[in-house]
């Protein structure tokens, strides 16, 4: 059973699957992803295998129209957690640690490599200069929520 620390380990590295795709760190990262799988008695094969699985999900996450790219993202991330919390789970505790050292370096790499920013759920991350203009009267923002537009009414009788 693994603890809370090495299950987000896990997620953050499965996050920066997603996130080194289609970058320029994305040759080296995947060496390093093939690397860590690399255990166990056929390390070569191991390798090769997740060198597969990683060209695929670049190739998946670089194909998906806009429609379906955040949800093919989200799978790819879900595979990754998945593949790396497996992992983690078959090993030894000094093996867990040195698998953990070389997933914070993979998490550090991704993040690097897209800009330092991410978000979860309903987040927004934002890696550069944003600027928000309302004019003419209108409402801008990045999020919103419920929102009247307008000039209050004037208390009346009742109201004051």
Known sequence: MLDQALIALASA???AVAQA???DAWQGFRERVARVFGRGPAPGAAQEAALDRLDRT????????TGAA????DDAVTAWRIRFRDLLEALDDDGREQVAVQLRALV??????????SAADDGIA???DVHIQAQNHAVAAVRMGDVTIGNPP?????ES
């Open 21 to 23: 795709a289609g970058t």
């Open 70 to 73: 955040v949800q093919v993202r």
């Open 13 to 15: 590295a499965g996050l």
């Open 154 to 158: 004037s208390p009346g009788p009742a």
């Open 58 to 65: 670049a190739a998946e996450l670089e194909s998906a129209d």
């Open 126 to 128: 934002i890696g550069r």
């Open 108 to 117: 550090a790499m991704a993040q690097q490599a897209g800009g330092g920013v």
